[in-house]
């Protein structure tokens, strides 16, 4: 029988949520490689829908993950988004258990055991 290698692998507990989700992780990790991006430009890259974009944008916001900065171009408003300091170390954090989940050497990896993905 296998051992028990539980308690060396990260906890699912340990991994932010509000980044998780597959849309918001789209958002913040966007958000990481740029300074600000413009609304529409965000909902270009990401593919979604104004509601949803704007949806999860709240969401970020409300944790403190994102700034939304609201403004005129003329006559015509503009919503800029970036992520706040928290946003970008919760982020880092979110990388850091993903790397630390998905590591070589991680126990039941098929590189490691020999396997190369075929069961036993």
Do not use: C, W
């Amino acid at each position: 029988m296998a051992e028990d290698n539980r308690e060396e692998l990260p906890s699912v507990g340990d991994i932010d949520k509000m980044i998780h989700e597959p849309a918001r992780l789209l958002i913040v990790a966007h958000l990481f490689v740029v300074e600000s991006a413009d609304f529409l430009f965000l909902m270009r890259q990401t593919g979604m829908t104004f509601g949803n974009l704007s949806s999860h944008m709240s969401r970020l916001e409300a944790a403190g993950y994102i700034d939304v900065e609201k403004e005129f171009v003329g006559k015509k408003p503009n919503t800029k988004l970036s992520l706040t300091r928290s946003g970008r170390e919760a982020f880092e954090g979110y990388r850091q258990s993903m790397r630390q989940l998905f590591a070589d050497g991680a126990p039941g990896n098929p590189e490691e055991s020999g396997n190369h993905g075929q069961r036993s």
